[in-house]
């Protein structure tokens, strides 16, 4: 909506630094015209005798000074503003902010222990006049009610705002003071331990602890204001104690985040937060808001190891409405639902068909949640999932009779916590061991920690596994042993199955293998037991009650008629080191990994999809996912678009696809697949619905009525272009790739100068070269240096070391292979006499041994002859051609150095001849070629990236010299490489600058054009 004209004159004035008497004048405006703030509430010209000075206006808690030109008079700002707060904070006891402002610059203040501190500041653009009255009502708060927009929650609530920037601080004080209780220490262990099933390792981050428990308040408070229940206790609030009065169970309870009310200065932070919330008009939701929040705070530099790409709301609704045939009927799962979005247009789909029907609106609520369920692997996720979740059911939370669970599960949808027992399954929850000295549960023993195991029978019966659980945590209070605790669950058992009429009255409650799981029960419930009598339990019903889901979820077929939702796309080789043999494993173990070349591209999002459609789909059921467009077109997901795995078929139905053409969306292009669990997973390509999109959005998360408005669709796009892996050109099985050379410090060097006393040419004096690249651990780690045979040094070409038709910039490095493509280790060095080589391997292997990933099986020398990539090389040809494997445009040139390795950022070929090398570089530095096969190639956040071989797609014929248009092709590139040569580049540039000026300089000659023209004749005549 455009800001009214008188507001939009204020704010172009406001921005040409009037002086400080009208920036004063137009703040009182924009607080009354704007805000709606009652004149008489601003206080202006209020004297402070204290300071000898006056506060130009005073309204709520924020104290506004208004200057000429800020940059000239921020001294005489920071003076007298710390007095200014120390003086309303003397009189009021409250906290307050301070506003400096000359119309264009605006900077807030705080005071921390007497000193000013600088909260945020911003520049008023005119242009964007929303953006800027929404950053400055999260500065001084006035409006009392608010839209739920992206913008204006981002502003109010999320990282960059006041809120949160005070809220965080409050909250590290807080831990310090509270971090040592064993109960409240135990709560950040089992965060700690669920995010190690997120990320794959140990998080022990108290910055993302203070984050997340921000969010999670925030949440809370939000949901609480959802149902616009008027609880202001802090407890209440963080346990959910008003949702189980009214009735609603599992949207708020207590958790690992209600520790911040373990003191009386948390108690009150929760109540501030509280009424911030309570500004937003939440019944106008149209989206899930929660996740612009969720965006902004949740793990940020993290985000791209979890694979997490949130789904804009157009997209998720439109995905929802196509896979949903029958809302009223089906039961919907999303396994991986993140802050909620598919669960909000699932739910509100859902509740569209009910008004349809004329469902009673009394049963809407109870049947959504009926059919409706999520769950999510971080714990955070699905604390703002929940809230999502009664956002999405708010028009008609207030109209139902009865109960309700909301059913937003904190669960592993991959089951990889999920351990084999024989036929069976159970559920093991490590419990992290104690503070050291405490001496007590949870400490290692034996080969591994304590477990607290609950079996398959009780996880898939949600109902039996709550009474269960509530059982045993009655029981430990009073004091019963575990056959005590093993005859009341007989009786809960016997009880719960007799109460089901449909269950046949021959099948015995007390079935052996129930009775084998109570025992099993009995076991968990001594550590249990033990664990409370420590001050150690406060949430282990809430973990255990949760992780339990996917396995009731699995069971019986699966619950879901439909599957919705975004799974985690990383890559293997940006898997931790903890995942990727467990993924390996699986994958292998479902016929979905591939291996070869395409080891580390295979994504985590193909084994989710396949484990999804397995354990959660019933038969006939479908699957609709968002994922990258390479799993319509890369090799890496080819098995996935089989359909043909070891635990589940399906039939690709739909897919929709959303390239560099849809813009913003997701970092890499993308796509949405829909499928059919089925017997057979036989493909017919020929059916399958093709859908394509094109355009611009306003912004990544627009509303799907503005994306309509934005976007084109192709409902005839073809099939989308497969990147081939065979065929083609005769080239393609001629070029591989060159060595992975890493960690470079252990390779690259530089010569070290010994002062007067020289250097041995035949064994020169050398050091690691570092660079700022460089990643942990290797970075911390010291340099190697010595001695080395030259023979044993060689120049390395890497990618940057190549520009078009010119080898630009060689590095030096220690390659341990002998003139045969003998690879040698520190053993076989010294074995063949080569001491010098032999002691830098020895120190080398030593550093790679202790510090690479246990993932990394490989020796130093097997990681750098991988798949005979460094010994193929040898001997070296003294002709050949190499070309970038990635970058925005192609690189090429001709190597004439019989000495030169090659890093595996590049490709290569020995050739033959002078004509025929010519002739290859022409094609492959040409834009013609590049263009044709860009659609085929992977990409990243700034378009096409990755070359690889996808140049091999193209029908590129053999040299013959025979042939005038061959001829011409090596003419011009030998041409093309003379400029080159010449072409001058400073020193310092980088290397893509320097690709650039050599393209420049061969497109004003006129030579790239003539070759692009050459090089469409030679595709299109073959």
């Known amino acids: 909506m455009p800001l009214p004209q008188r507001t939009s004159d204020l704010l172009v004035h406001l921005s040409g630094r009037p002086g400080h008497d009208e920036v004063k004048a137009d703040f009182r405006s924009l607080l009354t015209e704007e805000f709606g703030a009652d004149i008489h509430s601003v206080d202006f010209e209020r004297r402070v005798p204290e300071v000898r000075g006056r506060i130009d206006a005073l309204i709520g808690r924020t104290v506004f000074e208004a200057k000429s030109n800020l940059d000239r008079e921020l001294g005489d700002v920071e003076r007298r503003m710390p007095d200014y707060l120390a003086d309303r904070q003397r009189e009021t006891g409250e906290s307050y902010i301070g506003i400096a402002s000359d119309g264009l610059k605006w900077i807030v203040y705080e005071l921390a222990s007497g000193a000013l501190v600088k909260i945020k500041e911003t520049t008023l653009d005119p242009d964007k006049g929303e953006q800027f009255l929404a950053w400055l009502d999260g500065a001084v708060a006035l409006k009392s009610s608010l839209p739920p927009e992206a913008l204006t929650i981002r502003m109010e609530l999320g990282e960059e705002s006041i809120a949160f920037r005070r809220a965080s601080e409050e909250l590290s004080v807080l831990w310090d003071q509270l971090k040592l209780r064993p109960d409240v220490a135990l709560k950040k262990q089992l965060w700690s331990s669920l995010l190690r099933l997120v990320y794959g390792r140990d998080i022990d981050n108290e910055a993302l602890w203070i984050q997340h428990t921000f969010l999670v308040v925030v949440a ?213 061991p104690p503070p050291a000295g405490d001496g007590q549960s949870g400490a290692p023993v034996g080969n591994g920690a304590e477990f607290l195991d609950f079996p398959e029978a009780f996880c898939r019966d949600p109902d039996l596994f709550d009474k269960a659980i509530e059982r045993m945590r009655t029981g430990s209070e009073e004091g019963l042993s575990r056959q005590q605790i093993e005859a009341a669950l007989r009786r809960i058992t016997v009880e719960h199955y007799n109460a089901i009429p449909t269950l046949e009255k021959r099948e015995d409650p007390l079935s052996p293998e129930r009775l084998a799981a109570i025992g099993d029960l009995g076991r968990t419930y001594v550590l249990f037991d033990r664990l409370r009598k420590e001050g150690r339990d406060t949430v282990w019903a809430y973990v255990a009650r949760n992780l339990s889901r996917p396995l009731f979820l699995s069971s019986e077929g699966g619950w879901a008629n439909v599957i919705v939702g975004n799974p985690p796309w990383v890559a293997f080789r940006h898997m931790s080191a903890d995942l990727q043999p467990r993924f390996k494993e699986l994958a292998k173990d479902e016929r979905v990994y591939v291996g070869g070349k395409l080891t580390t591209q295979n994504d985590l999002a193909a084994l989710f999809t396949v484990r999804a459609a397995a354990l959660y789909l019933r038969s006939g059921g479908r699957l609709a996912f968002v994922l990258p467009l390479a799993a319509l077109t890369r090799g890496q997901f080819e098995r996935l678009r089989s359909g043909v795995f070891a635990s589940v078929r399906f039939r690709i139905d739909e897919t929709w696809t959303m390239d560099d053409g849809v813009q913003p969306l997701f970092p890499v292009p993308s796509c949405a697949m829909f499928v059919t669990k089925r017997r057979i997973g036989q493909q017919n390509e020929a059916a399958i619905k093709r859908r394509a999109y094109r355009g611009f959005l306003p912004y990544r998360d627009a509303p799907e009525d503005i994306a309509d ?46 002062g007067a006393l020289g250097s041995d040419p035949s064994a020169p004096f050398v050091a690691s070269r570092r660079t700022t690249q460089e990643k942990q651990p290797w970075k911390t780690l010291p340099s190697l240096e010595g001695r080395v045979e030259a023979e044993f040094l060689r120049p390395v070409l890497l ?222 005549g073959s």
């Open 220 to 432: 809370k408070c939000l949901a609480l204001a959802v149902l616009d229940l008027k609880d202001d206790d802090p407890a209440s609030v963080l346990s959910g104690r008003a949702f189980q009065q009214a009735g609603i169970s599992g949207a708020v309870e207590s958790d690992f985040f209600d520790w911040v009310i373990a003191a009386p200065e948390g108690e009150r932070l929760v109540r501030r937060i509280m009424a911030h919330v309570r500004r937003f008009r939440l019944r106008e939701v149209q989206s899930d808001v929660l996740k612009i929040i969720y965006e902004s705070l949740i793990d940020r530099d993290e985000r791209h190891g979890l694979g997490e790409y949130y789904t804009p709301d157009w997209l998720a609704a439109k995905v929802v409405r196509n896979a949903v045939e029958r809302p009223a009927e089906q039961r919907v799962l999303d396994p991986a639902c993140g802050s909620g979005t598919f669960l909000f247009h699932a739910l509100r789909t859902f509740l569209a068909e009910a008004e349809e029907i004329e469902l009673p609106m009394e049963r809407r609520a109870v049947e959504a949640t009926r059919l409706v369920a999520g769950m999510d692997i971080h714990p955070v996720a699905v604390i703002i999932a929940r809230v999502t979740y009664l956002l999405a059911l708010a028009p008609v939370l207030g109209l139902r009779k009865g109960g309700l669970t909301i059913p937003v599960y904190l669960g592993d949808a991959m089951q990889l916590s999920i351990s084999q027992v024989l036929t069976g399954k159970e559920l093991k929850i490590r419990v992290p």
């Open 799 to 1020: 990618g940057e070391s190549i520009l078009p038709y010119r080898v630009w910039r060689p590095f030096e490095g220690v390659v341990p292979v002998t003139e045969r493509g003998e690879v040698l280790s520190s053993t076989a060095a010294s074995n063949r006499g080569y001491q010098h080589i032999a002691n830098w391997m020895r120190e080398a292997e030593r550093m790679w041994t202790e510090n690479a990933t246990e993932a990394n099986k490989l020796t130093l020398n097997g990681r750098w002859n991988y798949h005979g990539e460094l010994s193929a090389q040898f001997p070296i040809a003294p002709l050949r051609v190499v070309y970038a494997k990635a970058g925005n445009h192609p690189a090429s040139c001709i190597v004439r150095d019989d000495q030169a390795v090659i890093d595996h950022k590049l490709y290569w070929s020995a050739i033959r001849t002078e004509a025929e090398a010519a002739y290859l570089t022409a094609i492959f530095n040409a834009e013609a070629a590049r263009s044709l096969i860009e659609h085929l190639q992977a990409r990243g956040l700034f378009g096409a990236r990755d070359f690889d071989k996808v140049m091999f797609h193209l029908p590129i014929p053999r040299y013959d010299a025979a042939s005038a248009l061959h001829a011409d092709l090596a003419a011009a590139a030998q041409e093309a490489e003379t400029l080159a040569s010449t072409t001058d580049i400073p020193e310092g540039m980088g290397f893509q600058r320097a690709r650039r000026v050599v393209r420049d300089a061969l497109a004003d000659a006129g030579i790239a054009q003539r070759i692009d023209a050459l090089v469409k004749r030679l595709i299109e």
């Open 709 to 754: 408005t934005k976007l084109h669709v192709d409902d005839a796009p073809g099939d989308p272009a497969e990147a081939s892996f065979e065929g083609g050109s005769p080239y393609r099985k001629q070029f591989r790739q060159g060595a992975t050379l890493v960690p470079r410090f252990l390779c690259f060097v530089e010569h070290k100068r010994l």
